[in-house]
């Protein structure tokens, strides 16, 4: 079965990085995007980062130039460098794929950016 486990969440202060990884298992990994979502509280799940299975990246205006996903296929895994972190980056963080017609979710990785 499909599973996706984030790791590398933490508290750092404003300005700095952090690095989150997604390990995946249960599909084709090299065949498929993968994307990275978000959710603070009290607000809804928003797209951070994509990257197709060709290497892609798309990134929304509030993150872009800041973050950078990536992807190594042979270990599986997908990245979100994350750097100049605000404040209002805060949030669970969350790895995400679509496999025939089933969109599948990591438990997430809390991120909290605070002084």
């Known amino acids: 079965q499909v599973q996706l486990v984030e790791s590398g969440g933490g508290l750092v202060q404003p300005g700095g990085s952090l690095r989150l990884s997604c390990a995946a298992s249960g599909f084709s990994f090299r065949s498929f995007g993968m994307n990275w979502y978000r959710q603070a509280p009290g607000k809804e799940r928003e797209l951070v980062a994509t990257?197709?299975?060709?290497?892609?990246?798309y990134y929304p205006d509030p993150v872009k130039d800041r973050f950078t996903i990536s992807r190594d296929n042979a270990k599986n895994i997908v990245y979100l460098q994350m750097n100049s972190l605000k404040p209002e980056d805060t949030a669970v963080y969350y790895c995400?794929?679509?496999?025939?017609?089933?969109?599948?979710w990591g438990q997430g990785t809390q991120v909290t950016v605070s002084s």
């Open positions: 990257i197709s299975s060709g290497g892609t990246t």
């Open positions: 995400n794929v679509r496999v025939q017609f089933i969109y599948y």
